[in-house]
């Protein structure tokens, strides 16, 4: 008997819900008659979220990621043309929001080990135009938080987290969410729990009322009283967040089991580097990130496609060539070259999610250490 080829394996599957469940949870809203604008439903997400903030924080739901990091820098009324200090290596939407909000975004090189922004870099990028930060927890790794909280305390300077990678991870015991002025996330299908398009922000409670004013027009009652846009939720988003949360627990204990086969797989393996989270944090179970030299993560991608596995690395620089930010220098502690351009070539994301094989499992580790046997050519 010949045998079959097996299966390909996609970088990423998003949760799909029972869709008697989902009919069932959306026949509330069709039944109301109650489509958007704070429906039922999206009052009962809101509050589900909530279980993963601080006390004295609050969830507000948005259309996306990116409205929520829109509206999130608006919050914090920063001076048109303003410059904001972020990093190179995030999603193409941390950077457009920064510019779409009329101000300038200002990079700053990352620490070689968690990828995420290095203080001393924020503070080289500082100058009298500065307005604020928006660092991200870049792949899951949490921010150097305090040395964050503190330039930003310093100098008065809005301090908005991209959250996106990191939903439902603590830091020093406390959730994610909690740190900085505020913090966005995203509630894309791409993203571990999700409403199809959405996202959320979590903000101190007190300035929850002026962000839920800004994602409605920025209306009191019926007179726009102040920044705003159409930055809502529908009920059918909602309802896909409430029909996914009774799996969440099950998609993350798949993750985690993977993660871990993953681990022992490959950790052996002389030329190939786990990327691990800093300490203090818990595990991130939304990327699984190895670390290994360009031609070789290159080699690596490649001879994982021709099986039919498919890895990602798709973090190009945001100032890189073909971006609009292209001119824009990536500002270093002490003005030597940057680390990012050529870290950031080092990141190859693995598949993660419910449906990859132990089967697989055991072919990446061989086609890895196949590839890292041979010479760094
Ligand atoms: C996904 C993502 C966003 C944008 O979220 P959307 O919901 O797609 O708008 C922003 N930042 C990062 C780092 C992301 O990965």
Not at 192 to 209: M, N, P, S
Not at 297 to 311: K, T
Not at 318 to 330: F, K, N, R, S, Y
């Amino acid at each position: 008997m010949r045998s079959k080829a097996p299966a390909p394996v996609v970088f990423g599957a998003p949760m799909i819900p029972d869709p008697a469940r989902l009919a069932e949870i959306t026949a509330e809203a069709l039944s109301a008659g109650w489509l958007t604008n704070g429906g039922v439903l999206h009052l009962r997400l809101e509050k589900a979220l909530a279980a993963h903030v601080a006390p004295g924080d609050a969830v507000s739901l948005v259309s996306s990621g990116t409205m929520a990091l829109l509206l999130g820098l608006a919050l914090g009324g920063l001076p048109p043309g303003s410059e904001v200090i972020t990093t190179p290596l995030s999603f193409a939407a941390t950077a457009q929001a920064i510019a779409w909000n009329g101000l300038v975004p200002v990079f700053a090189d990352v620490d070689p080990v968690t990828l995420t922004l290095q203080p001393e870099a924020v503070e080289a990028a500082i100058t009298p135009r500065t307005s604020a930060i928006l660092p991200v927890h870049f792949l899951g790794v949490p921010c150097d938080v305090d040395a964050l909280g503190a330039i930003a305390e310093r100098h008065g300077l809005w301090l908005l987290y991209d959250a996106a990678h990191a939903f439902g991870l603590t830091f020093q015991g406390q959730p994610i969410g909690s740190f900085g002025d505020a913090s966005a996330f995203s509630l894309h299908a791409t993203k571990i729990l999700h409403t199809g398009e959405g996202g959320f922000i979590v903000t101190r409670a007190r300035r929850a009322r002026a962000f839920r004013q800004m994602r409605n027009f920025g209306l009191e009652g019926r007179l726009p009283a102040g920044r705003g846009l159409n930055g809502k939720m529908s009920e059918l988003n909602a309802a896909m967040g409430l029909a996914l949360l009774p799996d969440l627990a099950a998609e993350l204990a798949a993750r985690d089991s993977l993660c871990r086969s993953y681990d022992d797989t490959l950790a052996g393996i002389a030329g190939l580097r786990l990327h691990a989270t800093r300490p203090g944090a818990s595990k991130s179970l939304g990327y699984y990130v190895l670390r290994l030299p360009p031609n070789r993560r290159e080699r690596l991608h490649a001879a994982l496609a021709q099986e039919g596995i498919f890895a990602r690395d798709q973090f190009p620089l945001l100032c890189g060539p073909g971006t609009v930010w292209a001119d824009a220098e990536i500002v270093t502690r002490d003005g030597s070259a940057p680390v990012a351009p050529r870290v950031g070539q080092e990141v190859l994301c693995l598949p993660l999610h419910g449906r990859v094989l132990a089967s697989d499992v055991a072919r990446i580790g061989r086609i890895a250490a196949d590839i890292c046997s041979e010479g760094n050519i």
